[in-house]
């Protein structure tokens, strides 16, 4: 104990002495000021108080010893170097407090300006502005304003009330209107207000108003929308926020004063050149708030020439320094520039791109750089279809971008005239305030849904992330009458039947059909531009990250596709083979007929008659498959659904048999038909008679099916291909059950491939947790493993997907149980555990056995890495999700350290 009191921690950096790389303890914005000073930027002078602080105030309650004597110094020392003292009456010294995180997070505190202004020194400050007493009156309301929403929770509209009134008595809607007497009338409006929420007096005492203040950013951090947010975006809850204590430099000094925000290339498009908003005559919040017009950058050459030909030097120099695009905020006071923040920039999806690849071209990063620097993400957005806004389309309204994608349809209000609509081969956009799970048909009937409530993590939201279809959710601007058919926007009415836009990415609707182009990246990918000869800088970076992407990564990308035609996309997409073929809809159609056959076969001949009539459909399938995919290995599932799926649904049968019965006719087909769907039917069909178990009861069924594989298979290879079938058997969860199918299997692979040259794997899915868990016995039977993460997740959990993503994944999320839904993302915890296990019991038995994922995760980024980590050979995908899989497979091949890029 003794040595902590001699040792003091250090809970105050001075801006000289921290650097960009100490966010964790400085927090960002803390960091790159402090870098900027490094690097001789004109930045006002200041301080920051660790995260650490912050900590330790959220577990005591009380300030760590030793902060409020480091804070003395620090102030006293930045007292000394402006020449002023903080709330100093004659010529006061005023600061701003500032929060900053780790990473940044919305909805935590705001900033308080003109930290230190009081009733005296408010004289103080006219007198150093030359007697500017408007700008100090103003700077004073803007004091108590933001000091009593933030750090005392008054609130906000009432402050705006009073200036409005103050307005509206003067005739005028522009702040810049009001005289310094009627900016001391608003003071005192203020003060009334803040005491009469507070039930105290605006604190006078600077050193107060500094310490409350710096109290509020601790406290803030614990807000219960910080907890939430942090929750969702998987945030750690102990990071704790930095406080940064600034001295002011003022933007509203008059028309030589400013201030803006710039960008170091485009953050849209990634161009390069000026881009940015300036305000003359404003504070910093001015701009955000958009109370008045602000200029483009450009404009100030002519405003200020020396202070712009100053920014664009500091422009270009943060940005060699970082490497990357920097958004940055800015004053001029004066005359003279002075740099409030910088940090590396948000850009869209092919701003990402786009300047990766440019700053590869300029030297200023290596490729392995880039690839770290976009993402899977980015990249699906980017293959999504976009609206042309090219000419007079006008967004109406803003939601939330919940679910991306481009779709224009007829509106509707109700789930059940979506469906009707959607019948006659309309399309339709379904809009509701929110959804609910009795919307479900509706939702899969529509092409988007449109929502006037609810956010990222509500049930349409969720509901159409898990269908991928487009959703834009909290259009609150949209007064939505379900009762009455309309909604109401901006003025105008929409009715049912009227024609609606709406962008899933941005969150726009638009009233009319907007047309929609394709995307150029899937062009690419299908091979229509070539990247050596267009001019497209969004193609030609995607072109040459992939590039490097796929000579990096270990993991092959396979995909999900089960007809000819899917294949042949998929390859054309760079897929490495097929790594789930299903076999079930080779039954469906006009083989129906041939499926009730075999389910109503009384005896064994019947049976086998049906059998033989599917083996030449179901081999002519797998033909076409193997054509397709020449040379890569096609991984075939043996039929998984319970049989009485393809058969039609009891009531259904019920009403067939009592009207072929009044009208006398023979119903002995629909009865015996009849009597198959009640005897087959199961509580629990997901955990019924299915998979393995269906191979294991039904005589012959698999059989047909491997016959059909290696058959095919032959013929291909017999023709100059080259067909690599393996084969895989669903639902395995105990070895005895792959060894009494294998041992059937290669007898009959033994018969049909002879000496063709042909070789037939023959594997198991691990997607029950009892395989998964006793993987060294079944690695023993399987010459490979695919992962079934879809129902391992399912029998993992307890969850039915079918089931919980509609009715209460939304309040999970809400919640934070988990982040995202473990239907999107593995769970890397639990039944990514149950992966791990498998891989590595199942290795251990068999040295070099082939490890893949099939379930959907093998699309997802994040996943992806997790794949990667845990040493699998493949994943596969659904054929659109095959450039995702190679781009994340190639960044968890570089990816060494973790990143903190959120
Ligand atoms: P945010 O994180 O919301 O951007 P900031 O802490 O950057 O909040 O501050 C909000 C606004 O106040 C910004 O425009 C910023 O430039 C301005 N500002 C902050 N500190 C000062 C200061 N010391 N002098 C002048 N303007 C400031
Ligand atoms: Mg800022
Ligand atoms: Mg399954």
Request: net charge negative; charged share 25%.
């Amino acid at each position: 104990m003794a040595a902590q009191e001699t040792v003091e921690h250090k809970y105050v950096y001075d801006f000289a002495e921290g650097n960009k790389d100490l966010k964790d303890l400085l927090g960002g914005k803390g960091a790159n000021l402090a870098e900027m000073t490094n690097l001789g930027l004109p930045v006002p002078p200041g301080f920051t108080i660790t995260t650490e602080a912050c900590k330790a105030y959220l577990t005591t309650g009380r300030e760590p010893d030793g902060l409020a004597a480091q804070i003395e110094a620090h102030l006293e020392s930045l007292e000394r170097e402006m020449g002023r003292k903080l709330g100093d009456p004659q010529d006061p010294l005023l600061v701003s407090v500032r929060s900053g995180a780790k990473f940044s997070m919305p909805g935590m505190m705001e900033t308080v300006l003109n930290v230190g202004l009081n009733d005296r020194s408010v004289v103080g400050l006219s007198a150093q502005a030359g007697g500017n007493d408007r700008f100090a009156w103003d700077s004073y309301r803007r004091l108590i304003q933001m000091f009593g929403k933030t750090v005392c929770e008054v609130p906000g509209e009432e402050f705006e009330h009073a200036l409005d009134e103050a307005k509206r008595a003067k005739g005028t809607q522009n702040d810049l209107d009001l005289d310094a007497d009627d900016l001391r009338g608003l003071v005192d409006a203020y003060k009334k207000i803040f005491a009469k929420h507070t039930g105290r007096e605006f604190p006078q005492e600077p050193r107060e108003q500094l310490d409350l203040a710096i109290r509020a950013v601790f406290e803030s951090w614990n807000a219960e929308r910080a907890v939430v947010y942090r929750r969702q975006e998987r945030i750690p809850a102990d990071l704790g926020t930095a406080v940064n204590v600034v001295a002011m430099v003022f933007g509203n000094l008059g028309a030589d004063s400013g201030t803006g925000v710039a960008f170091t290339r485009d953050p849209g498009s990634g161009a390069q050149g000026i881009y940015g908003d300036y305000l003359a005559n404003a504070q910093g919040e001015d701009v955000v708030a958009g109370i008045r017009n602000t200029v483009p950058l450009q404009e100030l050459e002519q405003i200020d020439k020396k202070s712009y030909d100053e920014l664009l030097d500091y422009m270009a120099r943060l940005e060699e320094h970082y490497k990357d695009l920097c958004d940055i905020e800015f004053t001029i006071e004066r005359g003279k520039l002075w740099m409030l923040q910088t940090r590396v920039g948000k850009r869209t999806a092919a701003a990402a791109f786009v300047i990766a690849g440019q700053l590869v071209d300029e030297g200023l990063i290596d490729l392995d750089e880039a690839l770290h620097r976009v993402n899977g993400a980015q990249l699906a957005q980017l293959m999504f279809p976009r609206f042309r806004l090219d000419h007079e389309f006008q967004p109406v309204a803003k939601g939330i971008g919940a679910s991306p994608g481009a779709a224009s349809g007829k509106v509707v209000f109700t789930s059940a005239r979506a469906v009707e609509l959607a019948a006659e081969g309309e399309s339709v956009i379904l809009v509701r305030r929110e959804t609910n799970p009795d919307d479900l048909n509706g939702m899969i009937a529509a092409k988007g849904i449109l929502t006037s409530r609810g956010g990222k993590t509500s049930h349409a939201a969720v509901v159409a992330r898990g269908m991928g279809k487009t959703c834009v959710s909290g259009a609150d601007e949209l007064d939505v009458n379900v009762p009455a058919k309309k909604f109401i926007v901006a003025g105008q009415t929409v009715t049912e039947g009227d024609v609606v836009s709406i962008d899933g990415t941005t969150g726009k609707v638009y009233l009319g059909e907007v047309p929609v182009m394709p995307s150029e990246v899937v062009q690419y990918f299908e091979g229509s531009l070539d990247p050596e000869h267009i001019d497209n800088p969004l193609v030609r970076a995607v072109h040459r990250i992939m590039t490097h992407a796929d000579a990096k990564r270990r993991l092959l990308v396979r995909t999900n596709a089960d007809t000819g035609a899917d294949a042949a996309r998929a390859r054309r997409f760079g897929a490495e083979g097929i790594g789930l073929c299903r076999t079930e809809h080779m039954f469906l159609g006009d083989r129906r007929e041939l499926v009730e056959r075999l389910i109503l076969a009384s005896t064994g001949e019947e049976r086998e008659a049906a059998l033989a009539a599917l083996l030449p459909l179901q081999r002519e399938d797998f033909i076409d498959i193997f054509r397709e995919m020449d040379g890569l290995p096609v991984t075939v599932r043996l039929i998984d659904p319970p049989l009485h799926e393809f058969l039609p649904p009891l009531e259904q049968l019920a009403v067939n048999v009592a009207v072929a019965q009044e009208r006398g006719e023979d119903v002995a087909k629909e009865e015996a038909l009849l009597a198959a769907v009640r005897r087959m039917h199961e509580e629990n069909p997901m955990l019924g008679l299915r998979g393995v178990r269906l191979g294991l009861v039904i005589p012959g069924l698999f059989a047909m099916q491997v016959r059909a594989i290696a058959e095919a298979a032959v013929e291909v290879t017999g023709a100059g291909g080259t067909a690599c079938p393996e084969i895989m058997v669903p639902l395995v969860g105990a070895v005895q059950e792959l060894e009494t199918v294998r041992a059937e299997a290669e007898k009959i692979i033994a018969e049909v491939v002879g000496d063709s040259g042909v070789e037939v794997l023959i594997g198991t899915m691990i997607e029950v947790p009892r395989a998964a868990l006793t993987a060294g016995q079944i690695a023993e039977a399987a010459q490979f493993f695919s992962f079934g993460t879809n129902d391992l997740t399912q029998m993992g959990w307890g969850f039915s997907r079918d089931d919980v993503e509609g009715a209460f994944f939304w309040r999970y999320l809400e919640l934070g149980i988990f982040g995202i839904s473990p239907f999107e993302s593995i769970d890397r915890e639990g039944v990514g555990r149950l992966v791990r296990i498998a891989a590595e019991e199942g290795r251990a038995a068999r040295p070099g056995l082939k490890l893949g994922v099939c379930g959907e995760h093998g699309g997802d980024p994040d996943s992806v890495h997790f794949f990667h980590e845990v040493g699998l050979d493949y994943v596969s995908c659904s054929p659109f999700r095959v450039p995702v899989a190679r781009l994340e497979a190639g960044r968890a091949a570089i990816t060494t350290t973790g990143s903190d890029s959120r």
